[in-house]
Nanobody
């Protein structure tokens, strides 16, 4: 059974930082690209960042480029999202997801597996 469990969310002031983790089990993690998505209250789920299975390729949404960094440790079956210079508009539930597609997927419907999410709240 595939499990993806996010952690590291919380309340932070604007300008602060958080590091999200996504622990993966039940699949060979190194064979899957991993992405982060987020959903703010009253809004649709949106793409944040994606990283290839090897970690050598990444892609970011324009809204987080230069502030967020996606990474992974295949030996630990864990992915990460380092978030700096946080803004109130970054407030959302953050989800990690995985896909076996070779290209960098940015669409939620093309992700195979999902975590249940972790809440990030950025106060102004």
């Amino acid at each position: 059974q595939v499990q993806m469990v996010e952690s590291g969310g919380g309340l932070v002031e604007a300008g602060g930082s958080l590091r999200l983790s996504c622990a993966v089990s039940g699949v060979t993690f190194s064979r899957y690209a991993m992405g982060w998505f987020r959903q703010a209250p009253g809004k649709e789920r949106e793409f944040v960042a994606v990283i290839s299975w090897s970690g050598r390729a990444t892609h970011y949404a324009d809204s987080v480029k230069g502030r967020f960094t996606i990474s992974r440790d295949n030996a630990k079956n864990t992915g990460y999202l380092e978030m700096n210079s946080l803004k109130p508009e970054d407030t959302a539930i953050y989800y990690c997801a995985a896909t076996s597609a070779q290209e960098l997927i940015t669409t939620a419907e093309d992700m195979y597996y999902w975590g249940k999410g972790t809440l990030v709240t950025v106060s102004s």
